[in-house]
């Protein structure tokens, strides 16, 4: 987004930075950080000594942020996003498949958004887990058939390669399977400033 830097007059690129207790806690707030560059040091900055875990997608300038107590929680709905451009620039039925049972971890999402954090993981230890390892049982599988640098192999390696922090919500009932309730926050703000 464009920004007037004081002083010149000159319209500069500014990033914006979105920080939010998670989509479960009583606390909604966000708090908006405008920035010159996507720089790690920003987060790093911003958190300073914050400990607790970060649902973010797989952009590099959070890494370094998990090698000192951070814990990365993955986002589903940017994981969903690679396989669903997949399936829409190429038709792909690896991509369908893997979209529809994405699709149902969603929608077991919908039922137990309103429970307690400690109910919704246990529907989700006993609903939601059996799908995700069939899931990534499929995906290996798949993906053992595929040639590396295909659009397929690339859409598949960004869920494999982040299993673990994709997964992530599904033994803590306070995580949310993706951090779209922040990303919604940014929307009107990123828009205004278009």
């Known amino acids: 987004m464009g920004w007037l830097k004081p002083g010149n007059g000159k319209t500069h690129r500014a990033y914006l930075w979105a920080y939010a207790p998670g989509a479960f806690e009583d606390l909604k707030a966000v708090v908006h950080d405008f920035c010159e560059s996507r720089a790690g040091a920003h987060a790093r900055g911003f958190l300073g000594a914050w400990q607790g875990t ?3 997608d797989d952009y590099v300038a959070y890494k370094q942020l998990f090698t000192q107590g951070i814990m ?6 940017h994981a969903r996003r690679h396989l669903f451009e997949l399936h829409v620039n190429h038709q792909s039925q690896i991509a369908a498949q893997a979209l529809h049972y994405i699709a149902q971890l969603y929608e077991i999402e919908r039922e137990v958004k309103t429970l307690r954090a400690d109910e919704r993981q246990r529907i989700r230890q006993a609903r939601s887990k059996p799908l995700a390892d069939a899931l990534h049982q499929w995906m290996v599988l798949e993906r053992s058939q595929i040639l590396d640098g295909s659009a397929t192999a690339k859409a598949l390696d960004y869920s494999l390669r982040r299993w673990g922090a994709l997964m992530r919500f599904l033994d803590d009932g306070q995580l949310p399977i993706d951090n779209n309730w922040v990303e ?3 929307r009107p703000v990123a828009m205004a400033c278009s």
């Open 54 to 56: 970060l649902v973010c």
């Open 72 to 77: 990365e929680s993955g986002c589903m709905a």
């Open 184 to 186: 919604n926050q940014i």
